[in-house]
């Protein structure tokens, strides 16, 4: 984006493969720089288990392919996101500037959102992002593909915790950059800070709020 990346902003009828590749490239690269600050602590307390296993002179595996077990639960995400979003232009909910112009969808997303963040099952995800040591502890496997596990395990409680405020790209704008960044310090707050789980519930609030400033 801050290079001048564009994309098609024709109808999406006159959408061709690329354009599809392009966009799910879009998601995949803001998944990675919007996650992967969030998931700093627990990537270094994994580089912390395998230098200790290292001067042990025991069997250990890069960090790095935890991180990609991890980047990996994004992709994924990012695949299904690219079909949702081709579906809502294809509706026309989204306009050729990729953010909604339909009050409706954007009242509806922001308060489905804010219930979410209430969410027993949000609520579980935000708390193993937040206190991770216990999986890695009791699902530490050996090896390349153990630790790729490891990271798309951990990966999948992020994805829970953090895939619905992701979603709220549609009402800000999928390329807007300051919204990206706020989003980005959002879901930093939640996993990182103190009272994180606190601070989700109250975000919650907040979108409720502004989804019903929207609809009525």
């Not at 990537?43 to 230098?51: E, M, R």
């Not at 980047?71 to 081709?86: E, F, G, H, N």
């Not at 990271?151 to 800000?172: D, E, I, P, R, S």
């Amino acid at each position: 984006m801050l290079f001048g990346m564009t994309m098609n902003m024709k109808a999406v009828g006159l959408w061709n493969e690329y354009d599809l590749l392009s966009l799910f490239l879009m998601w995949a690269i803001m998944m990675a720089g919007m996650m992967l600050p969030s998931a700093t602590p627990v990537i270094l307390i994994v580089d912390k288990l395998n230098f200790q296993r290292k001067t042990k002179q025991v069997p250990y595996t890069h960090s790095l392919y935890f991180v990609a077990g991890y980047l990996l639960a994004w992709v994924l995400y990012s695949a299904l996101i690219t079909l949702i979003q081709w579906g809502l232009h294809a509706i026309s909910i989204l306009s050729p500037m990729m953010i909604s112009h339909n009050d409706i969808f954007s009242g509806a997303l922001l308060i489905i959102a804010g219930f979410y963040q209430w969410s027993r099952f949000k609520q579980k995800c935000l708390q193993l992002c937040r206190t991770p040591l216990n999986m890695l502890t009791t699902q530490w496997r050996e090896g390349i593909s153990g630790a790729i596990l490891l990271g798309f395990k951990h990966g999948q409680y992020c994805l829970g915790c953090c895939w619905f405020l992701m979603a709220l790209l549609f009402v800000t704008g999928v390329m807007n950059l300051k919204w990206i960044l706020v989003l980005t310090l959002l879901v930093m707050i939640e996993k990182c800070f103190p009272r994180g789980d606190v601070i989700s519930k109250l975000l919650g609030c907040l979108l409720i709020s502004l989804g019903l400033v929207i609809l009525f």
